[in-house]
């Protein structure tokens, strides 16, 4: 039997045309391809994974020191029998601020859109079993969050949804760093100049990450195209104050706060896995812990695990997420 194969494709997306920060429209996307592919005429579940904030479908592919990438732990898990064959397609979402969400904003792009264009472009270029019961939507922190707002916002795509410690429950995981985002913000002069060409920026420090990503999620959360920077940030650059009105535009982003408003969306899925790490450093944990309660309280099939560690080095996660994904497709 052949190998397993990673293709490269290039993508054209019209829903990215025009985007505020000028990012590129075309863009590269990965695919997974198992073993014997091209000798079959199976039609295939597909898994579209989404990276996290910084990361992009490649970044699935990168070395990882006592890691495998998810080209070999694919076809290690298929060459021991814990999951069927399968398609995984590794977009890229990345903006030019770090990350996108992969939610549609006024101050980023329409990159939900752009994730429906490729599952349109995907059923008709491979042999995929094109309905929700195999099609799935998974990732971990950023994509993860990606995941569960799509299954919320557009319910019929996509019927297994995989979610590694994705962002919830804004009130822990984002407001406790705004007080020191904003005195890194203080002495942080060449503010305009970083995001307008953050690539050439140095130092590339802890300093330079925290503010990239507060403006990368400003410009997801609470755009203004009215504004210079094109986006709102939650608190006052000059004293420090919490915006409210714009916190308020952030939070009506949350999973935690959209969970009532979705309930039907999320009752239709054939698979809804949770996953986190106890010792989440962003608490990202309180977040998937509330999610599940409240999942439990309105009767919403949904699977949930805890395990013993935090927010990093989680690419060892992803198998048991392609385990349950394999389980429940059709």
């Known amino acids: 039997m052949a190998p397993s194969e990673i293709r490269v494709e290039t993508f054209q997306s019209e829903a990215l045309a025009g985007n505020a920060l000028g990012d590129p429209i075309e863009r590269r996307v990965h695919i997974y391809l198992p073993p014997g592919y091209a000798a079959s005429h199976e039609r295939l579940p597909v898994v579209y994974l989404l990276a996290g904030f910084t990361g992009t479908g490649a970044s699935f592919l990168d070395f990882r020191a006592w890691d495998e990438t998810i080209q070999e732990m694919a076809d290690r898990l298929l060459a021991e029998g814990r999951i069927r064959p399968m398609m995984l397609i590794l977009p890229d979402g990345m903006t030019r601020f770090g990350g996108s969400q992969y939610i549609n904003s006024e101050g980023t792009g329409r990159y939900q859109d752009y994730l429906l264009e490729l599952v349109e472009w995907t059923d008709h270029r491979f042999r995929t079993q094109a309905e929700p019961r195999g099609r799935a939507i998974a990732g971990k922190s950023s994509g993860g969050f990606g995941a569960v707002r799509m299954a919320m916002d557009r319910p019929g795509i996509f019927g297994l949804i995989g979610d590694v410690s994705g962002d919830k429950y804004f009130e822990y995981v984002y407001r406790p760093t705004l007080p020191r985002v904003h005195r890194t913000l203080e002495r942080f002069p060449e503010l305009d100049s970083a995001l307008a060409h953050p690539q050439r920026y140095r130092p590339q420090d802890q300093a330079f990450r925290d503010v990239m990503e507060l403006a990368a999620l400003s ?14 940030f939650p608190i006052d650059l000059e004293t420090g104050a919490m915006r409210e ?34 010792r989440d450093e962003f608490f990202l944990n309180v977040g998937m812990r509330l999610f599940h309660r409240r999942l439990e309280q309105l009767g919403i099939d949904h699977a949930y695990t805890e395990h013993e560690g935090g927010h990093f080095n989680l690419h060892y996660r992803l198998a048991f997420l392609l385990e349950a994904i394999s389980r429940a497709a059709a």
């Open 219 to 232: 410009a997801c959360y609470s755009p203004n195209p009215d504004t210079p920077r094109g986006f709102d």
């Open 245 to 278: 009105d714009v916190w308020a535009r952030w939070r009506a982003h949350d999973p935690i706060v959209l969970l009532e408003q979705r309930v039907e969306a999320l009752r239709s899925l054939s698979l809804l896995y949770l996953d986190c790490g106890q």
